[in-house]
């Protein structure tokens, strides 16, 4: 701690001109360095960015090409293996995906925000209690539930519906997007909500006409995390559904066949499958952030 | 004097009144302030609470859906069971070492990346695109990516790499099962800790940076005594974030060796789920998810201590 207070404090007790007398010379021995390091960064990202790449080159190409070895690198490429996902029945999983994530985001978002109100900007008593029970149920195993979760369903005819998911979904992802919005209502400035209510706005006009828009681009954060969970959803989908509401990535282990091989047709599916998560999340980098951490990180 | 005490009584009788008055509208200033909160909490209470109380009630009977006549209360016998079980044993240790290996594995590979992140060069932006793609591939596809394309001891990549210097082909799922899963899971977990470090090292004021350097502090010294310190908060919710994460591991174990072989690289949430249905024995399932919870809370408490003092100090500072 004193150190940071020490050279926190050095700028105005030493005397100015030192800094540019030091900084040409600093930077002429960083330079190479600091083009070495650009070169490291550059191959770690690619190294990290090859699988990615590899399941790319793979959908383009034909069965016998993906899994040859050595592996093909020169090839004409294919568009065989996206026809044929197109041509399946792809098109029911990737819309029951697509219904289940945007549903629940629906309802986590009509919940969370006025749950987040109720913790952050008129808070109730207990507010640290609530957080914490919210928090709580992130960190319950969700296979320590799953076998009453399937038992109820089967008894009430719930099996296999997609009901059933979007139910799930808004659950396991509402406590993350409490603790989001909180912190986005956190950072309201107390006298605009004080200048409001001095007009005499009455609570819903106050909070349909400043908070709200105030607070939007927190809105869509937290959808964005809600979106991500709710579509890569694997082990409530696997367990509760079959025919009628299986999900995209159940779609993905449907590709892959005992007899014969499936790898260029699962990698095609496998892109498709990840590609709107991915072009979500490369838009809004920053978001992410604040998601991932649960709001706590800006 | 008859008056006085008249005035008085009048007088007591109006604070009761106002009192009882304010105790009112206390009261339902209280339900006006809890209204807005009561969908989002009672659907969590519903949706995680009641099955967790069934599933304690299944764990203290011994329901087999493959015997249907067998269904009776047998006290704590599934926890007796459990705990001369190896395979639970064995479940309960991979978890553990699952979760430490990927979060600190990723933690350090996060925070090298975070920093060689945090300065200007040439295609900064488009390389931090490509290392947050990990994080966002589907994980189910991420895991078959792995155990199919990069690790298939025929044609996976990996295997052709490792021939290339020279390295015969490793089976690796089958032979090294637990590093396996843990090397997809921090290709996967890596990026999460890199963002949240990185926003963490952006956060820092430069003119700290600066008068340590004008000081005579050198890179080392200055990210030891002043970038370290600085990070903590971050690192702490970074492993807290990442163990809630990646404790409850499914998709890859179910994916690249379906706990195999035999029952090497099950973890709990996978055993668990082999048991119940696979096996169908719901007491027994039922009573291991119980202890998961148990030993899952009691981490969990120290876990959220410490995240809500990191939370609160930082908010008020």
């Given at each position: 701690?004193?150190?940071?207070?020490?050279?926190?404090?050095?700028?105005?007790?030493?005397?100015?001109?030192?800094?540019?007398?030091?900084?040409?010379?600093?930077?002429?021995?960083?330079?190479?360095?600091?083009?070495?390091?650009?070169?490291?960064?550059?191959?770690?990202?690619?190294?990290?960015?090859?699988?990615?790449?590899?399941?790319?080159?793979?959908?383009?190409?034909?069965?016998?090409?993906?899994?040859?070895?050595?592996?093909?690198?020169?090839?004409?490429?294919?568009?065989?293996?996206?026809?044929?996902?197109?041509?399946?029945?792809?098109?029911?999983?990737?819309?029951?995906?697509?219904?289940?994530?945007?549903?629940?985001?629906?309802?986590?978002?009509?919940?969370?925000?006025?749950?987040?109100?109720?913790?952050s900007i008129r808070p109730v008593k207990r507010t640290q209690d609530v957080l914490f029970f919210f928090i709580s149920t992130k960190m319950l195993?969700?296979?320590?539930?799953?076998?009453?979760?399937?038992?109820?369903?089967?008894?009430?005819?719930?099996?296999?519906?997609?009901?059933?998911?979007?139910?799930?979904?808004?659950?396991?992802?509402?406590?993350?997007?409490?603790?989001?919005?909180?912190?986005?209502?956190?950072?309201?400035?107390?006298?605009?909500?004080?200048?409001?209510?001095?007009?005499?706005?009455?609570?819903?006009?106050?909070?349909?006409?400043?908070?709200?828009?105030?607070?939007?681009?927190?809105?869509?954060?937290?959808?964005?995390?809600?979106?991500?969970?709710?579509?890569?959803?694997?082990?409530?989908?696997?367990?509760?559904?079959?025919?009628?509401?299986?999900?995209?990535?159940?779609?993905?282990?449907?590709?892959?066949?005992?007899?014969?091989?499936?790898?260029?047709?699962?990698?095609?599916?496998?892109?498709?499958?990840?590609?709107?998560?991915?072009?979500?999340?490369?838009?809004?980098?920053?978001?992410?952030?604040?998601?991932?951490?649960?709001?706590?990180v800006k | 004097m008859s008056p006085a005490p008249e005035q008085a009584g009048r007088r007591d009788r109006r604070d009761a009144e106002t009192l009882?008055?304010?105790?009112?509208?206390?009261?339902?200033?209280?339900?006006?302030?809890?209204?807005?909160?009561?969908?989002?909490?009672?659907?969590?209470?519903?949706?995680?609470?009641?099955?967790?109380?069934?599933?304690?009630?299944?764990?203290?009977?011994?329901?087999?859906?493959?015997?249907?006549?067998?269904?009776?209360?047998?006290?704590?016998?599934?926890?007796?069971?459990?705990?001369?079980?190896?395979?639970?044993?064995?479940?309960?240790?991979?978890?553990?070492?699952?979760?430490?290996?990927?979060?600190?594995?990723?933690?350090?590979?996060?925070?090298?990346?975070?920093?060689?992140?945090?300065?200007?060069?040439?295609?900064?932006?488009?390389?931090?695109?490509?290392?947050?793609?990990?994080?966002?591939?589907?994980?189910?596809?991420?895991?078959?990516?792995?155990?199919?394309?990069?690790?298939?001891?025929?044609?996976?990549?990996?295997?052709?790499?490792?021939?290339?210097?020279?390295?015969?082909?490793?089976?690796?799922?089958?032979?090294?099962?637990?590093?396996?899963?843990?090397?997809?899971?921090?290709?996967?977990?890596?990026?999460?800790?890199?963002?949240?470090?990185?926003?963490?090292?952006?956060?820092?004021?430069?003119?700290?940076?600066?008068?340590?350097?004008?000081?005579?502090?050198?890179?080392?010294?200055?990210?030891?005594?002043?970038?370290?310190?600085?990070l903590r908060f971050y690192l702490e919710l970074s492993v807290l974030l990442g163990a809630i994460y990646v404790v409850n591991t499914f998709d890859?174990?179910?994916?690249?060796?379906?706990?195999?072989?035999?029952?090497?690289?099950?973890?709990?949430?996978?055993?668990?789920?082999?048991?119940?249905?696979?096996?169908?024995?719901?007491?027994?399932?039922?009573?291991?998810?119980?202890?998961?919870?148990?030993?899952?809370?009691?981490?969990?408490?120290?876990?959220?201590?410490?995240?809500?003092?990191?939370?609160?100090?930082?908010?008020?500072?």
């Amino acid at each position: 701690m004193t150190t940071t207070a020490e050279t926190a404090r050095t700028p105005q007790a030493s005397p100015t001109k030192a800094s540019p007398a030091r900084r040409p010379a600093s930077a002429r021995r960083r330079r190479p360095l600091g083009t070495l390091l650009t070169i490291l960064t550059w191959l770690i990202a690619l190294l990290f960015f090859a699988p990615v790449a590899w399941m790319v080159i793979t959908s383009f190409k034909q069965e016998s090409q993906a899994a040859s070895s050595p592996p093909t690198f020169f090839f004409t490429p294919t568009l065989e293996q996206y026809a044929a996902i197109v041509d399946s029945n792809a098109g029911a999983y990737f819309l029951n995906s697509a219904i289940a994530t945007a549903v629940s985001t629906l309802l986590v978002i009509v919940m969370a925000v006025p749950a987040a109100y109720a913790l952050s900007i008129r808070p109730v008593k207990r507010t640290q209690d609530v957080l914490f029970f919210f928090i709580s149920t992130k960190m319950l195993p969700i296979v320590a539930v799953i076998m009453p979760i399937y038992v109820i369903a089967g008894q009430i005819g719930m099996l296999d519906n997609l009901l059933t998911l979007i139910v799930l979904y808004t659950a396991m992802n509402l406590p993350i997007a409490v603790w989001m919005m909180r912190s986005f209502f956190l950072e309201v400035p107390g006298e605009v909500l004080e200048a409001a209510a001095m007009d005499g706005a009455s609570l819903l006009a106050t909070m349909r006409r400043v908070l709200i828009p105030m607070v939007t681009p927190g809105i869509a954060a937290t959808a964005l995390i809600c979106v991500i969970f709710a579509w890569n959803e694997f082990f409530f989908a696997l367990n509760l559904s079959a025919a009628n509401a299986a999900t995209a990535p159940l779609y993905l282990l449907s590709t892959m066949t005992s007899e014969g091989q499936f790898l260029a047709q699962l990698s095609a599916a496998s892109v498709l499958a990840s590609l709107p998560v991915v072009l979500a999340g490369w838009f809004a980098q920053k978001q992410l952030v604040r998601g991932l951490s649960m709001g706590a990180v800006k | 004097m008859s008056p006085a005490p008249e005035q008085a009584g009048r007088r007591d009788r109006r604070d009761a009144e106002t009192l009882r008055a304010d105790r009112t509208a206390e009261k339902a200033d209280a339900r006006r302030r809890r209204l807005p909160l009561l969908p989002a909490l009672i659907f969590v209470i519903v949706c995680t609470q009641i099955p967790f109380l069934l599933t304690i009630w299944y764990s203290l009977r011994s329901r087999n859906l493959l015997r249907p006549e067998g269904d009776q209360f047998v006290g704590l016998q599934n926890f007796v069971d459990l705990f001369v079980d190896s395979t639970f044993r064995t479940a309960a240790i991979n978890s553990v070492g699952i979760t430490l290996g990927c979060v600190l594995i990723s933690m350090v590979l996060g925070l090298g990346l975070a920093l060689l992140l945090d300065r200007s060069f040439p295609g900064r932006g488009v390389v931090r695109t490509l290392l947050i793609t990990p994080f966002l591939i589907m994980p189910v596809a991420g895991a078959m990516l792995w155990s199919i394309s990069m690790f298939d001891p025929s044609y996976g990549l990996v295997n052709w790499l490792l021939e290339l210097v020279g390295i015969g082909a490793v089976d690796f799922t089958s032979q090294h099962p637990v590093a396996s899963i843990i090397v997809a899971l921090v290709w996967q977990w890596t990026p999460f800790m890199m963002l949240l470090l990185l926003a963490g090292l952006q956060s820092q004021t430069k003119d700290v940076l600066e008068a340590a350097q004008i000081d005579g502090a050198g890179p080392v010294k200055t990210f030891l005594l002043v970038t370290l310190p600085h990070l903590r908060f971050y690192l702490e919710l970074s492993v807290l974030l990442g163990a809630i994460y990646v404790v409850n591991t499914f998709d890859h174990i179910y994916l690249m060796t379906a706990g195999g072989p035999g029952t090497a690289s099950a973890n709990l949430p996978f055993y668990i789920y082999q048991r119940a249905f696979l096996g169908f024995d719901i007491g027994q399932s039922a009573a291991m998810g119980v202890v998961t919870v148990i030993a899952t809370i009691i981490l969990a408490l120290l876990a959220l201590r410490l995240i809500f003092r990191s939370i609160n100090a930082k908010e008020q500072s």
